[in-house]
């Protein structure tokens, strides 16, 4: 994206990928202790988590020129004001949903965008919810060489603690942009979580050179649920809409399978929702229909993912 000459490397050369490059890749994958830790009196964890970036995406060269449309070199502001849509509006009509139903989230941010609007941050942190970060600049971390993707988990980390008052111990990639050096790097930055993978329900731990790493799949995603990204809808900043009773569809589906599962297992649901998307009003009334409906049912807990990561332990 970034349009970074690179090496060739030799771990992309076919065959890229195989079952026992997991392990090497990642580490090994252990069990957790989320059976024995499991909170007395809950049915299901259910994690709500809001992926906070705003117009963050516009500060990163080459953003403009996602479509022909937009004459090169021209800020679409169309496309960034929607984004900023997000930290303008949306996240403060999330955090109202939540204090009304008494749920405590995490809300992964971007370290630029925790500077450009330390109030939002502020705002989040006063609601009692955890501040996870989720890159700095928001480049996908698979354009960078190792050197430069620890610079963009540094700063990130700062930026983060700067603004929130504390260190994150959490972590999402931009557009779940795991590299082979990202979960060295978190743990040598003293991260207990990351939250990237989409191959299971529950949580699981990698082990690399002693240190473990929680990691907590990230469930379904509101810009799949929402968004068809076609150029002509990038150029107008626009997207189709999709109907928000489709969404609560889809969610509460979700949720009722694996409540279902969850009276003799443990159960988890996690969904990845992002302000500018969920936190317009239509979306927003499908998430309040979404909660009422999980709230209807006995032993739901709503945990922030740093609590299931401590109960992973
Ligand atoms: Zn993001």
Known sequence: MVGMARPADPDLQPPVWHRDKWEQTFGTELPTALADNWPDGARILVMLTFDTQGDVDAAVPGYQHSSGFWREGAINYCDLTQRQYGTRRGVQRILEILARYEIRATFPTTGITAEWYPEVVEAIVAGGHEVAAHGYRHVPLHTLDADEERAELEAATAAIETASGRRPIGWRSPMYSTTPNTIAIL??????????????????????????????????????????????????????????SHVTDVLTSNFDMLYQEAATQPRLMQWCIHPKITGMPHRAWGLEQVINHIKSHAGVRFCAMEDVARLCL
Do not use: K, T
């Open 187 to 244: 743990s040598e930055l003293d991260y207990v979580y990351n939250s990237d993978f989409h191959n299971d329900d529950l949580p699981y731990l990698l082990e690399n050179d002693g240190r473990r790493m929680v990691e907590i799949p990230a469930g379904l995603d509101d810009w799949q649920l929402n968004l068809i990204q076609v150029p002509e809808n990038v150029a107008m900043g626009g997207v189709p809409y999709s109907s928000p």
